[in-house]
Structure formats: C-alpha cells, structure tokens
C-alpha cells in the first residue's frame, strides 16, 4: 500500500470544521428478520412497497440473476440467497435492474476474493498485531463493534493480507448481529497515528466495502481522536467515497465513552 509521504505535520492547514465536530449522528436502525416470505419492514425505504411487492421484486432479481449470471455461485451469499437479494434492494432503492448490477458484482467479488474461506487462522498473524478486532460486547443501540487501531497498521506491501482481515472482521461483525439489529459500528481509533500509519489506499479500501459489498451494514465510523496528520489522508480519500462518507464522525475518546457504551461494555483500550 502507498505510503502518503506527503502528510508532514509542519505542512499541515489547521483541521477543518468536520475533524472538530463531535455532533452526535442517530444511528439509522431497521427491522430486517427472518426469511424473505416472513418480514417485519419498518424502514421508510419500505413504505412505498407492500410484502407482495417485496417479495416479487426478490424472486424477479432472482431470475434475472439466474439468467444473465448462471456462472455465479448458489447458496448462503450466492445469486439465490433471497435474504442478500433483499440488502441490495433495499440498497438500490428497490430497482430490480440497479440491485443486479451491485449484487452481481458483488457476489463474483467474494467468489474471487475467497470470502467464504477466511478464517481467524488465515489471518492469524496480523490478527496477533491487535491492529483491528471484534468487540466482546455491543454497543448501547445493540450493535457490533469493530475497533481498527490506527498506530498499529503499517503500509506494507502485504496488501491482500491486510485487506483479508479487514474482510474477516466485518463478516465477524455481522456474524455477532443480534436478532432486529442491522448495522455495525466502526471505530478508528486515531490516538498516537502519525506519518508513518498513513494509508489512504486501506481506508478506500474500507469504504468500498461498505459501499460496494456490504451495503446498509455499517450504520456509523467513528474517527476517534483524529490528529492533525489524518487530515490529508481524509481529504484524499473522501470524495472517492461517495454518500458513504456521510457515515463518518470524528470525536473524541470522552464522546465514545459516553455515547457509545457502558461501564460494563466499553473496550478496555477506551477506559480512562
């Protein structure tokens, strides 16, 4: 990954108003349960369409799917899981031709990136770095967490390595979904990141999958603690984004305490 060199602290503008702000962003939660012929919808992206509709708007993307992409794999997050068809729509705003185009992209991409073989032992050493991991515990809205430790990742040319374990602890996040909940919370944790943690190719890298992949999963990233030195980094990698950038809020570590979790359930790296 591209090391941005560039981002020397004494050449840096102060922040912008967004690396300030620390206003709080409600969590977008939705009901999305059980198989395609059983849902509770209570997302207002849903209110324009019946359970009927819904449900031939599936088995129509389904079809489509089965026709112009046979190639593609079946099964649990293959071109015939009803439930993913589902995400997508809803991600498409219930466009039958926009939700094949992602969907199709998207399941060839974990058909080529071996998404469904990643295991804690294929990324075991740069897991034992402690540069990203699953939460124990949720969040007060009941969500998964995922926490990515910025001074501890390294631009390297391991780049497949590192993007396997981002991939790892995202489907480990969704994994730990409780029963009505939909989206995960993303935390950076910023505090001691400096030039040489600096890696605007894995934070791209991130927001494709979100965007790309795994759309409406990840309800909020957190830039906790973001220094000077991010700056550049954000603004490279912020127009690439799209709408999704919208889900990024810097704070700081005080506002994840209190805002985020409990005595009991926040991470032992937050605690004071």
Same mark, same amino acid.
């Given at each position: 990954?591209?090391?941005?060199?560039s981002?020397?602290?004494l050449r840096?503008? %102060? %922040?912008?108003?967004?690396?300030?702000? *620390?206003?709080?962003?409600k969590? #977008?939660h939705y009901?999305?349960?059980?198989?395609?012929?059983?849902r509770t919808?209570?997302?207002?992206?849903?209110?324009r369409h019946?359970h009927?509709?819904?449900?031939q708007l599936?088995?129509?993307v389904?079809?489509?799917?089965?026709?112009?992409?046979p190639?593609? %794999?079946v099964?649990r997050?293959?071109?015939?899981?009803?439930?993913?068809?589902l995400?997508f729509?809803?991600?498409?705003?219930? #466009?039958v031709?926009?939700a094949v185009?992602?969907?199709?992209? /998207?399941?060839?991409?974990r058909?080529?990136f071996?998404?469904s073989e990643?295991?804690?032992?294929?990324?075991?050493?740069?897991y034992a *770095?402690?540069k990203?991991?699953?939460?124990?515990?949720?969040?007060i809205y009941?969500?998964?967490?995922?926490i990515?430790?910025g001074?501890?990742?390294?631009?390297s040319k391991?780049?497949?390595e590192n993007?396997?374990?981002c991939v790892y602890?995202?489907?480990? /996040?969704? #994994?730990?979904?409780p029963d &009505?909940?939909?989206?995960i919370l993303?935390i950076?944790?910023?505090?001691?990141? &400096?030039?040489?943690n600096?890696?605007?190719?894995?934070?791209?890298?991130?927001?494709?999958?979100?965007?790309?992949?795994?759309?409406?999963?990840?309800?909020?990233?957190?830039f906790m603690e973001? %220094?000077?030195?991010f700056?550049p980094v954000?603004q490279l990698?912020?127009p690439?984004?799209s #709408?999704?950038?919208?889900?990024?809020r810097?704070?700081? /570590?005080? *506002?994840?305490?209190?805002?985020?979790?409990?005595?009991?359930?926040?991470?032992?790296a937050?605690?004071l």
């Amino acid at each position: 990954m591209a090391l941005l060199s560039s981002c020397h602290p004494l050449r840096l503008s %102060p %922040p912008p108003p967004a690396l300030r702000s *620390t206003t709080k962003k409600k969590p #977008s939660h939705y009901t999305l349960k059980c198989s395609a012929e059983n849902r509770t919808l209570r997302s207002p992206l849903y209110t324009r369409h019946s359970h009927l509709d819904t449900r031939q708007l599936v088995l129509e993307v389904k079809e489509r799917l089965k026709l112009k992409h046979p190639g593609l %794999p079946v099964g649990r997050n293959g071109r015939d899981d009803e439930d993913m068809i589902l995400w997508f729509l809803k991600d498409r705003n219930f #466009s039958v031709e926009d939700a094949v185009f992602k969907l199709s992209k /998207a399941i060839k991409w974990r058909k080529d990136f071996g998404v469904s073989e990643l295991r804690e032992e294929s990324v075991k050493r740069l897991y034992a *770095t402690g540069k990203g991991y699953v939460h124990d515990s949720l969040d007060i809205y009941s969500r998964p967490v995922l926490i990515v430790v910025g001074s501890k990742h390294f631009p390297s040319k391991e780049i497949i390595e590192n993007q396997k374990l981002c991939v790892y602890l995202v489907e480990k /996040a969704i #994994s730990k979904l409780p029963d &009505g909940v939909e989206d995960i919370l993303g935390i950076v944790d910023l505090r001691g990141f &400096g030039v040489q943690n600096a890696d605007g190719t894995y934070l791209k890298f991130l927001f494709d999958l979100v965007c790309h992949y795994y759309p409406k999963r990840l309800g909020e990233l957190l830039f906790m603690e973001a %220094p000077f030195v991010f700056q550049p980094v954000w603004q490279l990698v912020k127009p690439l984004t799209s #709408s999704y950038s919208t889900l990024a809020r810097f704070c700081d /570590a005080e *506002t994840v305490r209190k805002e985020y979790f409990t005595k009991e359930t926040l991470p032992a790296a937050f605690k004071l």
